[in-house]
C-alpha cells in the first residue's frame, strides 16, 4: 500500500522556523512527485511547493518562495518542508501528497496528485 504520514507540525511564534516531515512508504521517491499543500479554515486547499521524482527539480508558490524548502532524503524515503519565517497566515493543517506525475518540475494543483497523508497542524501566534 501507498502511505504517506506527516509529522512535525506545532506551534511556532511569528518570526520562527518550523520542520514538517512525510514519510512515504509502498513506493520509491524516485517513481513520484511529492507536493506539499496547505488549508485554513473556511479557505481551499493552496499548493505550496513540491519536488519532482524524476531529478527531484522543485516548484514553489509565490507566496511562500524564499521561504520554504521542500528536500528529500531518499535513503529514508522522507521528504521535508523546511518553513521559515513563519507568520499568522501559514496557519492552517499541511499536507503532503504523491502523483505519478511525469511533470518536471512537479505542479502545485491538488487533482495532479493520487494520495495524501492525513496531515499536520501548523499553528503560528504568540
Known amino acids: 500500500q501507498l502511505q504517506l504520514v506527516e509529522s512535525g507540525g506545532g506551534l511556532v511564534q511569528p518570526g520562527g522556523s518550523l520542520r514538517v516531515s512525510c514519510v512515504a512508504s509502498g513506493f520509491t521517491l524516485d517513481d513520484y512527485a511529492i507536493g506539499w499543500f496547505r488549508q485554513a479554515p473556511g479557505k481551499g486547499r493552496e499548493g505550496l511547493s513540491c519536488?519532482?521524482?524524476?531529478?527531484?527539480?522543485?516548484n514553489s508558490a509565490h507566496s511562500v518562495e524564499g521561504r520554504f524548502t521542500v528536500s528529500r532524503d531518499n535513503a529514508k524515503n522522507t521528504v521535508f518542508l523546511q518553513m521559515n519565517s513563519l507568520n499568522p497566515e501559514d496557519t492552517g493543517v499541511y499536507y503532503c501528497?504523491?502523483?505519478?506525475?511525469?511533470?518536471?518540475?512537479?505542479?502545485?494543483?491538488?487533482?495532479?496528485?493520487?494520495?495524501w497523508g492525513q496531515g499536520t497542524q501548523v499553528t503560528v501566534s504568540t
Open positions: 501528497a504523491a502523483g505519478a506525475l511525469l511533470f518536471s518540475p512537479c505542479v502545485l494543483v491538488d487533482n495532479a496528485y493520487e494520495d
Open positions: 519536488i519532482s521524482g524524476s531529478d527531484g527539480g522543485t
